[in-house]
C-alpha cells in the first residue's frame, strides 16, 4: 500500500495479481484498475478446503497469502506476505499450521521450525518448479535464453524498483 500512495497519481493500475489488489481498494482514495489475472496456485485455494483441513486437525492456525480468493481469506486466521506467514508462526508458535500458498515456499518454511507440525497444501507451482540449480547451470554455461531489455526501458524499470526498496527502508526505521 506504501508504493501505491507514494505514487503521484490518482488512478493506477494494480498488478500483478487480482485478488491481491481486492483488499486495497478501502485502504487508498486512489482509483485502482485491476488486472483480472490470478496465481494459478492460489487460486485453487476454497473455503471448502479450509473446512476440510479444520475438521481433519482440529485447532490448526491457517496462514493465507494475500493472492488466495477473498472467500478463503475470510476464512484464514491470518493473511500476509511469505515474511509475515513466517513471523506469524514465529510469533504464534501453533502445533499445527497450514501455510496456503505454494508447497515448496510451506516446505521451506516448515524447514524452519521443526517443532511445529506443518500441514502441506497439495498445491505446485509448475514455473517456480523450472528455477533449480541443473537448469541455472545450463543457462549460465550456455548462455542462452537471454533477455534483451531496451536500455531506457531498463532504466525506468532499476527507477522503480530503486523507488519501492527506498520505501521499503523508510517503513523499516
Given at each position: ?29 486512489k ?18 478446503d ?72 497439495l ?7 523450472r ?43
Open positions: 500500500m506504501q508504493v501505491v500512495e507514494s505514487l503521484d497519481a490518482d488512478r493506477i493500475i494494480f498488478l500483478p495479481d487480482e485478488f491481491l489488489a481486492v483488499m486495497w481498494p478501502a485502504r487508498t482514495k482509483e485502482l484498475i485491476l488486472w483480472k489475472g490470478h496465481c494459478e496456485v492460489h487460486e485453487k485455494f476454497t473455503a471448502g479450509l473446512q476440510s483441513y479444520r475438521d481433519q486437525f482440529p485447532g490448526i492456525v491457517i496462514l493465507a497469502h494475500p493472492e488466495c480468493p477473498p472467500d478463503v481469506l475470510a476464512e484464514s486466521n491470518f493473511i500476509g506476505s511469505t515474511a509475515a506467514m513466517i513471523q506469524e508462526v514465529a510469533n504464534r508458535k501453533p502445533q499445527q499450521v497450514l501455510l496456503l500458498t505454494e508447497r515448496s515456499m510451506s516446505d521451506n518454511v516448515a524447514a524452519e521450525f521443526p517443532e511445529i507440525q506443518f500441514i502441506r497444501p498445491h505446485d507451482c509448475p514455473h517456480m518448479k528455477i533449480n540449480l541443473p537448469n541455472i547451470l545450463d543457462c549460465l554455461q550456455s548462455m542462452k535464453y537471454a533477455v534483451e531489455v531496451n536500455p531506457q526501458v531498463a532504466e525506468r524499470a532499476r527507477m522503480a524498483v530503486q523507488r519501492m526498496l527506498e520505501l521499503g527502508t523508510q517503513k523499516k526505521r
